[in-house]
């Protein structure tokens, strides 16, 4: 007889394939925190948010990043990133997408008023249309993600239609892994103390 594993009752169940996965469409948003990064010389305000609790997925990135830290069963070297960002260019072309993303965030939280400090966008709701886009993984192969593409705000938010799917033109996919032109939306954390990273 096999003896029971200490930690086998409260251990996630991984190796089945029976992983929850973001549903496209929209959701309500709530930013954990809010940085600005620059990056190749751009900047951009960066927001770590989760699924809404009032969401049908609410706390999503929370169980999916807590998965991630215990697939790695506390490796030394490993780092586990926040899984749930949005990424805001702020200058010359998207200055007009920063303007409507504060917009939809001031709309989503009555008497809240942008005051340029992004620490007091922390605990604020935004809606989030998420979609589904093909990037090249690791393996040089053509595979899909679901993310946040754009901010609405939280009024009819579930009500919106899914955008069409974004795949890799042809001209775009050689077979090799291509690194991104635009930031990967994932913050690394140090995972040790086995602490969310905010």
């Known amino acids: 007889m096999i003896t029971k594993p200490i930690g086998y009752d409260e251990a996630a169940t991984l190796g089945t394939g029976d992983f929850e996965?973001?549903?496209?469409?929209?959701?309500?948003?709530?930013?954990?925190?809010?940085?600005?990064?620059?990056?190749n010389g751009k900047?951009?305000?960066?927001?770590?948010?989760?699924?809404?609790?009032?969401?049908?997925?609410?706390?999503?990135?929370?169980?999916?990043?807590?998965?991630r830290v215990q697939s790695?069963?506390?490796?030394?070297?490993?780092?586990?990133?926040?899984?749930g960002t949005y990424w805001?260019?702020?200058?010359?072309?998207?200055?007009?997408f920063f303007k409507g993303l504060i917009s939809s965030i001031e709309k989503s939280n009555p008497g809240y008023s942008w005051n340029w400090d992004e620490k007091t966008l922390k605990g604020k709701k935004f809606g989030g249309v998420f979609g589904r886009?093909?990037?090249?993984?690791?393996?040089?192969?053509?595979?899909?993600?679901?993310k946040c593409l754009y901010a609405r705000s939280v009024d009819g938010i579930a009500d919106v239609e899914p955008p069409e799917d974004k795949p890799i033109s042809s001209a775009n996919y050689d077979g090799y892994s291509q690194p991104a032109g635009v930031p990967a939306g994932y913050t690394p954390v140090d995972e040790g103390d086995d602490q969310l990273p905010f």
């Not at 900047?43 to 998965?67: K, M, S």
């Not at 990037?135 to 899909?144: E, V």
Request: glycine letters at 12%; one cysteine or more.
């Open 21 to 39: 996965e973001i549903t496209v469409g929209g959701h309500v948003c709530i930013i954990k925190t809010a940085h600005e990064d620059v990056r």
């Open 43 to 67: 900047r951009y305000l960066v927001l770590l948010f989760d699924i809404a609790p009032e969401d049908a997925q609410g706390g999503y990135y929370t169980r999916l990043y807590n998965r």
């Open 72 to 83: 790695l069963q506390k490796k030394v070297e490993g780092v586990v990133s926040w899984p």
């Open 88 to 96: 805001q260019g702020l200058e010359g072309k998207s200055t007009a």
């Open 133 to 146: 886009e093909q990037y090249i993984g690791r393996d040089g192969m053509p595979h899909w993600s679901t």
